[in-house]
């Protein structure tokens, strides 16, 4: 059973920064596809950002590009996401990921696409 265990988040005023920590199993973490999504209310889940645990490349919505890092700590199977001049509009609930590690998709499309073990969701709120 795949568990994601989140932290971080909170409330913090426009342009202040966040960061989200997510750690898993080694069975999960090793050579697989893990990420961030978020979900706005009244609005679908996107993808925000993801990464291929083994060589470290992430991807980015762009929307956030230039403003969020996602990195990961092998040691401690661990992805975490730096959230840095932070907008209103990046008000959500944001959900740890990873994909099947015995069926890894490329993690660029899989920011878009492919099956998904959720974590439970960190909210984050901006204002203005």
């Known amino acids: 059973q795949v568990q994601l265990v989140e932290s971080g988040g909170g409330s913090v005023e426009a342009g202040g920064s966040l960061r989200l920590s997510c750690s898993t199993s080694?069975?999960?973490?090793?050579?697989?596809?893990m990420g961030w999504f978020r979900q706005a209310p009244g609005k679908e889940r996107e993808g925000v950002a993801t990464?291929?645990?083994?060589?470290?490349?992430?991807y980015y919505a762009d929307s956030v590009k230039g403003r969020f890092t996602l990195s990961r700590d092998n040691a401690k199977n661990a992805v975490y996401l730096q959230m840095d001049s932070l907008k209103p509009e990046d008000t959500a609930m944001y959900y740890c990921?990873?994909?099947?590690?015995?069926?890894?998709?490329?993690?660029?499309?899989?920011?878009?696409?492919?099956?998904?073990?959720w974590g439970q969701g960190t909210q984050v709120t901006v204002s203005s």
């Open positions: 990921a990873a994909s099947d590690p015995r069926n890894v998709p490329f993690c660029g499309s899989w920011l878009n696409v492919g099956e998904k073990y």
């Open positions: 990464i291929y645990t083994g060589h470290g490349v992430a």
């Open positions: 080694t069975d999960t973490y090793s050579g697989n596809c």
